[in-house]
């Protein structure tokens, strides 16, 4: 089995910055082989693909962050970081982290993960 906790939501004015943190706990877990990804759903949407880091080293961006977002791995490798710069009332939802053996073409389907935390709420608001 595999924990995976977020952390680092919050409410931001537009143009702001958030660091979201993603820890996965278990013994289940392995770094080297488990794609890391963001997912994020707002009221009344589907849940949407934001990035993924796939075998800790290669990164993948929806267009709609491509330039604002950055995702990226702590050193203990269990820890996965979304820098969010440039942020708009667009980005409201809830964010939430999943991870398993998807493989790459998969990476943007929600769907198709093992494990997934319980989320954190962005809210971008003047």
């Known amino acids: 089995q595999v924990q995976l906790v977020e952390s680092g939501g919050g409410l931001v004015q537009p143009g702001g910055s958030l660091r979201l943190s993603c820890t996965a706990s278990?013994?289940?877990?392995?770094?080297?082989?488990?794609?890391m990804t963001w997912f994020r759903q707002a009221p009344g949407k589907e849940r949407e693909f934001v990035a993924a880091?796939?075998?800790?080293?290669?990164?993948y961006y929806s267009d709609s962050v491509k330039g604002r977002f950055t995702i990226s791995r702590g050193n203990a490798k269990n820890t996965m970081y979304l820098q969010m710069d440039t942020l708009t009332p667009e980005d409201t939802a809830v964010y939430s982290c999943?991870?398993?053996?998807?493989?790459?073409?998969?990476?943007?389907?929600?769907?198709?993960?093992?494990?997934w935390g319980q989320g954190t709420q962005v809210t971008v608001s003047s």
């Open positions: 880091l796939f075998r800790t080293t290669n990164t």
């Open positions: 999943e991870t398993g053996r998807t493989i790459l073409s998969s990476i943007r389907n929600p769907n198709l993960y093992d494990y």
């Open positions: 278990g013994s289940s877990f392995s770094a080297n082989s488990y794609t």
